[in-house]
């Protein structure tokens, strides 16, 4: 006898339902305030319970715990996700298992509290950005090398800081070109995969029209994974130190990294 091996869609729309089934069965019913309805056979809630809740039809449910070839839309996934209670781990499982990028909100751009304190704690220079490239939360060695503090905070961006702020000139010296297109090489596959979000649209806008190297090298599409590597720079109170950096991401919000400098 011949098996046929699920097709990934299909193993997806599987896992899909598993996943919603073990979230639903898991949620007691008299934690959500629900009347009782008579004896329940299988625990937790309902499959109309939580289409109810949803507010969705109780057919549509169904057909995504059964693994059925429907597209729920991200109103839908979200309603889903109120209703099960789900957090926000579970809520970036259901995305993907729908076929869907997890959008970005405010809560994105939140630097974790346990970060913030072991960047404060760190004698080098470190910094946590988001993929736009926004600083978020910065060290004093970090603001005494690269004066964050004195930027506004539309301005506190590492892009706009490269390629609008004079200072950086100065502080890159001689090496500033060659680090600006490193910049823009890395970010440049993540600008290409966020186009749907208008931040990156106009970030991207707004450096075009005010630095023309931005528009220039922007239009050459240099494409380079980040990471590690060193940089020598000229601090505002003179000098020249070399510094080797690393980026971390942040584990709870793999939408953030930490960058830290060492001196060498």
């Not at 109309?48 to 839309?73: F, K, N, T």
């Not at 704690?121 to 926004?134: E, F, I, K, M, S």
């Not at 380079?224 to 991401?249: D, F, H, M, N, W």
Request: net charge positive; charged share 25%.
């Amino acid at each position: 006898m011949q098996t046929t091996t699920p097709t990934p869609v299909r193993h997806a729309r599987n896992e899909l339902g598993r996943f919603l089934r073990s979230r639903r069965e898991a949620i007691r019913p008299e934690t959500l305030g629900l009347p009782e309805r008579g004896r329940r056979r299988t625990p937790g809630l309902r499959r109309d319970e939580v289409a109810e809740l949803a507010d969705i039809s109780v057919d549509w449910y169904i057909r995504l715990e059964q693994g059925c070839p429907v597209s729920p839309s991200r109103h839908t996934v979200d309603a889903i996700a109120r209703a099960l209670r789900l957090d926000t781990v579970e809520i970036a499982h259901l995305y993907a298992l729908s076929g869907m990028a997890l959008p970005q909100d405010a809560a994105d751009e939140v630097v974790p509290p346990t970060v913030q304190r072991m960047t404060d704690r760190l004698a080098q220079p470190a910094y946590v950005t988001n993929r736009l490239g926004d600083v978020l939360h910065w060290n004093l060695a970090a603001d005494a090398l690269f004066g964050f503090g004195d930027v506004a905070d539309a301005d506190r961006n590492v892009f706009i800081g490269m390629f609008l702020r004079p200072a950086s000139r100065k502080l890159f010296g001689a090496g500033w070109e060659a680090e600006a297109k490193r910049m823009l090489a890395e970010f440049r596959p993540v600008h290409d995969i966020n186009t749907a979000d208008p931040r990156f649209v106009q970030l991207t806008g707004r450096l075009q029209a005010e630095s023309h190297l931005f528009a220039t090298w922007w239009r050459q599409h240099g494409i380079k994974v980040g990471g590690a590597g060193c940089k020598t720079l000229y601090p505002p109170g003179g000098g020249r130190t070399k510094y080797e950096y690393v980026a971390l991401q942040v584990i709870e919000n793999p939408a953030l990294k930490t960058i830290i400098y060492y001196a060498v």
